[in-house]
């Protein structure tokens, strides 16, 4: 199964558009806060400091996520989404065998969804790999789900204990 959200970044790049027009928009009428507050420079810092969090914030959780399942490998990757063509220093790619696999969790927080992969190495120690998929569909994340729970299922001599999937316990 093959899975991207490369069609989210044109509302990406729409609400950074619409962020830098805003903050123009609050800088020219500056003058008009004054009348407010005397004050002006503590206004200021306070409208700074929101715009660069709401900055900072679209910045973490737009990332582009790519799946790929067919074959024998999987091969999962995260790239940052503002920027994407022109600088890759956000990318992280995972490939592995699917008998690797041990496990996985998902996580939906309000504004954040991830999604955490346990892969066996080759000498036998487990390792954690995370991927931001916020801006997947709940669709797609559900595909993605059965697309693992399928991987676990056919691996044979799997310790069920240490299996979760989501919130549930395979015991």
């Not at 206004?43 to 067919?70: C, P, T």
């Not at 996580?107 to 487990?126: D, M, R, W």
Request: net charge positive.
């Amino acid at each position: 199964m093959r899975t991207n959200n490369a069609k989210v970044r044109n509302t990406i790049v729409s609400v950074s558009f619409m962020q830098m027009v805003l903050a123009i928009l609050l800088t020219t009428l500056c003058g008009s806060l004054y009348q407010l507050t005397p004050n002006l420079i503590v206004v200021f810092h306070l409208i700074l400091a929101g715009f660069m969090s709401l900055f900072f914030f679209v910045h973490v959780v737009s990332k582009y996520f790519e799946y790929d399942s067919d074959g024998v490998k999987v091969i999962l990757i995260n790239k940052g989404l503002l920027w994407l063509d022109h600088f890759n220093y956000r990318e992280y790619q995972v490939q592995f065998y699917k008998s690797r696999l041990m496990a996985f969790k998902s996580k939906n927080y309000v504004v954040y969804k991830s999604l955490t992969l346990f892969i066996k190495s080759s000498q036998g120690h487990t390792k954690k790999d995370t991927f931001n998929v916020t801006l997947d569909s709940n669709k797609k994340r559900c595909y993605i789900r059965e697309s693992l729970s399928k991987m676990i299922k056919k691996i044979p001599n799997l310790l069920i204990n240490t299996t979760y999937i989501g919130r549930r316990s395979l015991t």
